[in-house]
């Protein structure tokens, strides 16, 4: 069953604008991961947050974690028209055992408008 | 730096017809799996491995094995293809077996007639 859930589904913006993404999940979680995945392409990690962690920061990247809400948002800053592409969380909810499953949601798409 | 590669990148089978996805991966890592990927759905687990030998099941893992001979290779098969297994599958690996970035390769996509 799926984890994560981002929303919006599709997000359309002009390049240099802001965009952000959510990704709302039901269970207790270590980690909470964002991957980009460019049309035909297979996925790109892009950034982890840990469950102790609030905030992080790469480049033009800035991810939360709300832990209480069960929520956290990518925000992608002067977006470019090479940003295009789908958005996909991925959390890695402890299974009750040693095994290592990663869930994904169903993804982001977002374009870029040149 | 191949990092993970995915053989066939296209495959039409007939209902009925096995074959093998191959994936290979060269940066040593122990962490190996496989995913579906659905319009609609996001991605499946199907397969995963913690390492040579060791393989365990998914969120979807009906009609598909798995094994693990060595640490650079884990091939997905497809028993007996179905319709329903059209899709583009993934493989993916980490160096990490608790948590960590996975590498994906670019994709297989199957098509069942």
């Known amino acids: 069953s799926q984890q994560g859930e981002e929303d919006p589904q599709a997000l359309s913006i002009q390049e240099g604008e802001n965009a952000t993404m959510n990704c709302s999940y039901k269970?207790?979680?270590?980690?909470l991961q964002w991957y980009r995945q460019n049309s035909g392409r297979g996925l790109v990690h892009l950034i982890l947050i840990r469950s102790n962690e609030r905030e992080k920061h790469s480049g033009r990247l800035r991810v939360t974690l709300d832990t209480s809400k069960k929520s956290s948002s990518l925000l992608i800053t002067a977006s470019r028209a090479a940003d295009t592409a789908s958005y996909f969380c991925?959390?890695?909810?402890?299974?009750?055992?040693?095994?290592?499953?990663?869930?994904f949601g169903k993804g982001t798409l977002l374009t870029v408008n040149p | 730096n191949a990092g993970v590669t995915q053989t066939p990148k296209f495959q039409v089978l007939k209902t009925g017809q096995s074959m093998t996805l191959q994936c290979a991966q060269d940066?040593?890592?122990?962490?190996m799996s496989w995913y579906r990927q659905d319009p609609g759905m996001g991605l499946r687990l199907i397969h995963y491995?913690?390492?040579?030998?060791?393989?365990d099941q998914g969120e979807v893992p009906n009609g598909y094995n798995v094994s693990r001979s060595t640490t650079e290779d884990f091939p997905l098969r497809l028993l007996s293809a179905a319709p329903s297994q059209t899709s583009v599958y993934f493989c993916?690996?980490?160096?990490?077996?608790?948590?960590?970035?996975?590498?994906f390769g670019e994709g297989s996509r199957l098509t069942v007639l």
């Open positions: 940066m040593n890592h122990e962490y």
């Open positions: 491995s913690v390492g040579a030998g060791i393989t």
């Open positions: 991925a959390t890695d909810a402890p299974s009750g055992g040693s095994n290592y499953k990663l869930t």
């Open positions: 269970t207790s979680i270590n980690n």
């Open positions: 993916a690996s980490s160096y990490r077996l608790d948590t960590g970035e996975l590498f």
